[in-house]
Structures are given as structure tokens and as C-alpha cells.
């Protein structure tokens, strides 16, 4: 089965590094359809930190979501040096995090930040985002 997903991308240290590496990275994994443009967000919750640079992809794979966790994370610890006892808040390599699996929003990320929102209604359709705000 093909599973379609969305990704959001998220670092401040290095960011326009670990960013490219990351969109590299992912590519090799997955198939990715298109990516927003990339923006600059103030941290959120500490913000004595430098600001993130933020991109959302849409992707297809044959990976189940429990899978591509896994999969992601070995990106960010294994590839791209993030810590694994990381705050939240805190500065990090990247962040890669699954907003959208098969329709369904299955991250609170995407109704607590704005420019999550903004940046997926890039990649996707508006009737796919019209009903995702109505679930």
C-alpha cells in the first residue's frame, strides 16, 4: 500500500545545512511530490535560542507510519546529530516531524503553529485542506 505523508522540517543550528541534508536524505527513503518554500520562524518556548528555518514536503511511501518514524529518527540522530534526550524547545540539528498520514492530521503541531499550516497549504490541494480542518 502506498501511504501519502507529510513532513515537517524544522532547524537552528545550521540550518540552511541540516535542512539541505535533510530534504537529501529523505529523498533517498521516500518519494517526494513537493515541498514548500522554506521560511524563517522565531524559536517557540525558549526563545534565547537562533531562529529556525521550516519547510513542509509531501511524500509517498510503502513504509507504515510506525516504520517511517523510525526511519526519520535514524535520519535525525544517526545522520544529522541531534540529541536524543533534547528539550522540546530546545536548538537542534533538525526536526522531522509526521504532520499529515493518509489524510489525517496526526501531529498537534499542525493547529498550534501557524506557519505549519501555511507552509502545507503549499503542498496540498485546498479541498485536502479543507477537510482536514473539518476532522
Request: with cysteine; glycine share 6%.
Amino acid at each position: 500500500m502506498i501511504n501519502e505523508v507529510v513532513i515537517g522540517i524544522g532547524s537552528n543550528i545550521d540550518p540552511e545545512g541540516n535542512v539541505a541534508s535533510a530534504l537529501e536524505l529523505i529523498g533517498k527513503y521516500l518519494t517526494v511530490d513537493r515541498r514548500s518554500r522554506i521560511i524563517r520562524t522565531a524559536p517557540i518556548g525558549n526563545p534565547n535560542q537562533p531562529d529556525f528555518l521550516n519547510c513542509a514536503l509531501l511524500a509517498r511511501t510503502r513504509l507504515e507510519i510506525d516504520e517511517l518514524k523510525q526511519c526519520l529518527g535514524r535520519l535525525e540522530h544517526d545522520h544529522l546529530g541531534r540529541e536524543a534526550s533534547q528539550v522540546k524547545t530546545s536548538a537542534r540539528t533538525i526536526d522531522l516531524d509526521i504532520i499529515i498520514w493518509n489524510g489525517k492530521i496526526v501531529h498537534q503541531d499542525y493547529r498550534e503553529r501557524r506557519f505549519l499550516r501555511e507552509l502545507i497549504s503549499e503542498i496540498l490541494p485546498p479541498e485536502t485542506i479543507s477537510r482536514l480542518e473539518a476532522v
